[in-house]
């Protein structure tokens, strides 16, 4: 794969007419090093946030050996990528002929569920032709919890209420060789007393279930930074979880997990566009909200942005984009500030697309089959450079 400084030397060597992704691998080694090295438990990459089998490979080598995969097919690209790396199925709701390959064909041992339905079909779907139940289950009950705390809820798909996990976790500590608790508090979130709360449920289920405890996995929702979102250093999430984890309930050698996925990939990809048509403060460019820039036209998402033509000198104006299909859908009001001179023919990096955006572009118009590159340079923004404010203490209790 070539390999360029930035993103203006793409553009001065290729004049690129399509969408290219820009892939930082050394940003996604940074992040994968700092939970390797400073989360004090186990660390698995949220495959779904971006499958890049090239990703999986930095990752990997970088200290991420488990990852959190959530269907059949993650379960297949990360097992052909990484023989080694460990696969837990973290979707409570499975197909059982996906829960049977998995664990015959692929050695998964660890899964997620939030329903006695789900716990019969793991057991039936992992019993073998002899009908001999499988004696090394590793099951992780999923908790509903909060989003309150976070940009992008994941409150209300997954997870069984407090009132009604204990006779979960029960019965599922009577068929588990080893017994998890897990949760997410949502993507994006933005205070570390998020976990606070989710822990102090948990800390509720097992005093109610009177079971041993072997793990408990506090999920995703490591924030990243974008326009208008930048949160508190992730030293301060490390150490809040794992002062409240020391004080559960649980089994002397308990481990502690988390699932990462915005945060370590987050920074890893970026996007070059071109400028296609102006329409006053509305530009037309070719990827939108069925390629890389689903969020921001879904969710409201908002990318940094930076021209990339460098005589472009008037102040900067607020302009949204429509992309390059045929939908009147394929719109992103943004504002994303650029020089008011902007005109057809520029180019645009827009920033932190790893996360979400470079696993969701699809093919819809015959759109979104751009290359990708390799760059060198620093993302727009980021955790891990050491720029920013690290805090003083790890006494953190609420930041609100």
Known sequence: MSSYLDASAVVRALAPDEAIILNRPHAAERAARFFAEKFAGKSLYAVKANPSPELLRVLWDSGITHFDVASIAEVRLVRAVLPGGTLCFMHPVKTASAIREAYFVHGVRTFSLDSVEELDKIVTATTDALGNPAADLRLCVRLRVSSEYAELSLASKFGIDLADAAPLLQAARQVADWLGICFHVGSQAMSPFAFVRALDRVRAAIAAASVVIDMVNVGGGFPSIYPDMEPPPLEDYFAIIHRHFEELPIAYNAELW??????????????????????????????????????????????????????????????????????????????????GDIAAGDHIEIGMLGAYGAAMRTGFNGFGQGAAIDVTDEPMASLYTGERVQPVSDNVVSLR
Request: aromatic residues 14%; negative net charge; proline residues 6%.
């Open 258 to 339: 988390c699932e990462p996925g915005r945060a370590l990939c987050a920074e890893y990809n970026s996007l070059i566009v071109t400028v296609e048509k102006r329409r006053g403060n509305e530009l037309f460019i070719n990827d939108g909200a069925y390629g890389a820039l689903h969020d921001a036209a879904r969710v409201d998402w908002r990318f940094p942005v930076t021209c990339l033509a460098g005589d472009r000198s008037g102040e900067l104006e607020a302009f949204s984009f429509y992309g390059p299909t045929c939908d009147d859908a394929d719109y992103m009001e943004g504002p994303f500030y650029l020089p």
